[in-house]
């Protein structure tokens, strides 16, 4: 079975700040997605990213980048320049690749609520 | 275009009754899936959706839950003899199928379910 930890419930940091949210994952399997999500106070789960296991390289977008380390089963996800509109809650999830079960069902972390005070 | 719809988006319902709670997903995407979001938890997979059949409804907690999607469209998850441990927020996503399995999985913003 997959499982994802986050184990920073809740984090807090001032505007302009920096911020890293953890991510670890576990799977017996050696192709799969990883994924971020953000959700808002509105309760919609909006898509940040996706990384496929085969590509490690590292991404950046805007404030956002993502550091995936396969060795340590790890996808952080770092802000830069902090916001208060980056206030929410952030989930990591995980997808097999696979055909079989399991394959289209996303793995969920419980999540990181991230609050930047302005 | 429009995005997953959710239907209501709040339900309060007393312990022991039956509730229905509508999906409507993005136009021709065949695939659906139903979530359950606990209050401080992320999402647990309830069951997935191959146009009209149940392609796995392993994540279902047990036989008062059940999921329908007659024509391959909207789908009505269906909670019998509800109880407070049911309360929780139901999230309904969908997406399109590629020749390596499902694609994107896009989320409505969900039903908020309280039992009394």
């Known amino acids: 079975a997959q499982k994802v930890t986050q184990a920073q419930t809740e984090i807090s940091v001032v505007e302009k700040e920096d911020v890293t949210l953890d991510c670890v994952y576990e799977?017996?399997?050696?192709?799969?997605?990883l994924f971020w999500y953000k959700q808002p106070p509105s309760g919609e789960l909006v898509f940040l990213i996706r990384r496929n296991s085969f590509d490690e390289q590292n991404e950046i977008s805007g404030r956002y980048s993502w550091n995936f380390q396969k060795s340590t089963s790890s996808f952080n996800f770092t802000i830069t320049a902090s916001q208060v509109v980056d206030s929410a809650v952030y989930f990591c999830?995980?997808?097999?690749?696979?055909?079989?079960?399991?394959?289209?069902?996303?793995?969920f972390g419980k999540g990181t609520k991230l609050s930047v005070i302005p | 275009g429009a995005g997953v719809s959710q239907t209501p988006s709040n339900k309060v319902t007393e312990k022991g009754k039956y509730v229905e709670l509508r999906c409507d997903p993005i136009s021709g995407h065949t695939a659906l899936y139903w979530y359950r979001q606990s209050l401080g938890q992320g999402p647990e997979f309830l069951i997935y959706?191959?146009?009209?059949?149940?392609?796995?409804d392993s994540g279902l907690p047990n036989d008062r839950f059940f999921a329908v999607r007659p024509e391959g469209s909207v789908s009505t998850l269906k909670i019998q003899r509800t109880e407070r441990g049911d309360s929780a927020v139901y999230l309904c996503?969908?997406?399109?199928?590629?020749?390596?399995?499902?694609?994107?999985?896009?989320f409505g913003p969900g039903t908020r379910l309280t039992v009394l």
């Open positions: 959706f191959q146009g009209t059949g149940a392609a796995d």
């Open positions: 996503a969908s997406s399109l199928m590629g020749s390596g399995g499902p694609r994107m999985q896009y």
């Open positions: 999830a995980l997808r097999l690749t696979n055909s079989g079960a399991g394959s289209y069902q996303l793995t």
């Open positions: 799977t017996r399997d050696t192709t799969y997605y």
